[in-house]
């Protein structure tokens, strides 16, 4: 439970190929559980474009387990210390994946793994 939040976070991003920024800031309000999607405003995209992603069962999965542990947050991933925001940086949680798993990486790693198997089908 303790790194319930930073795990999600980063399998999601690995799931998903979206870029870390986006993906922190994400909110419940973007996400329509029904029809599988998530639609992320123009406003926090780095590309200044609204970005509609369809969501993997696997995803909508993970969200829901999510959003059942939630305080009442508007965001999905928020912060361990304050539920009134999203995570800050992550650089914790990298560092942690880090040393336990002897591996150095990136989390543009994440994404750029997510395009090489999944994202161009």
């Known amino acids: 439970m303790k790194y319930s ?19 922190r800031r994400l909110k419940w309000s973007y996400i329509d559980f029904k029809g599988k999607l998530l639609t992320v405003p123009r406003e926090v ?3 200044d474009r609204e970005l509609e992603l369809p969501l993997s069962n696997f995803l909508v999965d993970l969200l829901n387990k999510r ?44 994404r750029r793994t997510f395009f090489m198997t999944m994202g161009e089908n």
């Open 45 to 47: 995209t780095k590309s």
């Open 67 to 110: 959003r059942l542990m939630q305080s009442g947050s508007e965001w999905v991933f928020q912060s361990t210390k304050n539920a009134n925001q999203h995570i800050s940086q992550g650089i914790g949680i990298i560092r942690e994946v880090r040393r336990r798993s002897g591996m150095y990486f990136t989390v543009h790693d994440l």
């Open 5 to 23: 939040v930073g795990r999600d976070f980063l399998v999601f991003l690995l799931f998903s190929g979206m870029r870390f920024g986006e993906t």
